[in-house]
């Protein structure tokens, strides 16, 4: 089983990049339909870079070196990849937003991660079996194809939460969720919350729905801005695995392998919370982690980096 890793990056302090997007975000009365229009035009935060996609690209070679290929999908950007082996450096291809949207370039240019990411199962060459990253995601110890797929279902972590009716959310991914859901078919009153980790997909089980639902795909990727309509990918593809029978649950608990420091916490918790969380990734039973806000904590943590940075060293001293 080959297995792939797609990540989408974006360089904010790129000054097209950033051009671009304010010129778009202000079309309209509402940022041109955008539903979180006051959030993206002013937290930079979703667009800064602080080292992220490095150390998340340095952890991938350290402890999942059986990874096949990586796609970074950009616009028309490409980070920093140097300090990387030669053979890690030949798994990297990087994809633009012209190549997975090459029959749409319309929707062009976009600064949506939900739009983007619905295109992910269209890149050329991508594996039937692939984990989706963001670049605050990593791993923190050696990691198996295992560990993320069970006689090829998806491993999906999370833990089980009430179906409501009505969001009443300012967090895009909230809304997001609730519709992969309800797009899956699943009903009752709960539904499987995924773990804000990374997430093994099922490329023909994306393919065959987005074949018999193309008009769900066009909507999506509609969006230069994240909408509350919208989907993302990596909940849509474990959603349909598990309405399918298709996928293996993980539930959160005690003993998870995953540990997340979220936004609010990085810049709302205090600096001993902030270091203690942080000093998590380096439990035994985690394997994987996410850090949303790396510049809060640092503001908070001045040796933050540091804490994270000590993940690979432990492993080159084990």
């Not at 140097?82 to 291809?93: E, P």
């Not at 991660?113 to 619905?118: D, E, L, R």
């Amino acid at each position: 089983m080959n297995i792939d890793v797609v990540i989408p990056w974006v360089d904010g302090a790129d000054e097209r990049h950033r051009r671009a997007r304010l010129k778009h975000i202000d079309v309209g009365a509402n940022g041109g339909g955008n539903d979180f229009y006051v959030q993206e035009r002013s937290a930079e935060i979703r667009w800064k870079q602080h080292g992220e996609i490095q150390f998340c690209l340095r952890t991938i070679e350290a402890f999942a070196p059986w990874v096949n290929k990586i796609f970074l999908v950009t616009d028309n950007q490409r980070p920093e990849l140097t300090g990387f082996s030669r053979q890690f450096l030949s798994k990297i291809n990087i994809i633009d937003h012209t190549e997975i949207f090459s029959e749409n370039l319309e929707v062009l240019p976009t600064f949506n991660s939900a739009t983007i990411g619905s295109a992910f199962w269209k890149i050329q060459g991508l594996s039937d079996y692939f984990l989706i990253f963001n670049d605050d995601l990593f791993f923190t110890q050696p990691v198996l194809p295992t560990d993320f797929y069970d006689d090829g279902k998806p491993m999906v972590r999370g833990r089980y939460l009430r179906l409501i009716t009505n969001v009443d959310s300012d967090v895009a991914w909230n809304h997001h969720q609730i519709n992969s859901v309800r797009m899956a078919g699943v009903t009752g009153r709960k539904y499987f919350a995924l773990a804000h980790v990374c997430q093994p997909m099922r490329r023909d089980l994306l393919s065959d729905f987005f074949s018999k639902n193309p008009e769900l795909y066009l909507d999506n990727i509609a969006h230069r801005f994240r909408h509350k309509s919208q989907f993302n990918l990596s909940s849509l593809g474990s959603q349909l695995a598990i309405a399918l029978g298709e996928a293996k649950l993980v539930h959160a608990g005690p003993e998870q392998d995953w540990h997340t420091l979220s936004a609010v916490h990085a810049q709302t918790k205090r600096p001993l919370f902030v270091k203690r969380s942080l000093k998590k990734f380096h439990s035994p039973e985690v394997k994987m982690g996410c850090v949303n806000d790396i510049a809060s904590c640092s503001q908070k943590v001045p040796d933050a980096w540091r804490i994270l940075e000590d993940i690979l060293d432990d492993s080159h001293s084990s």
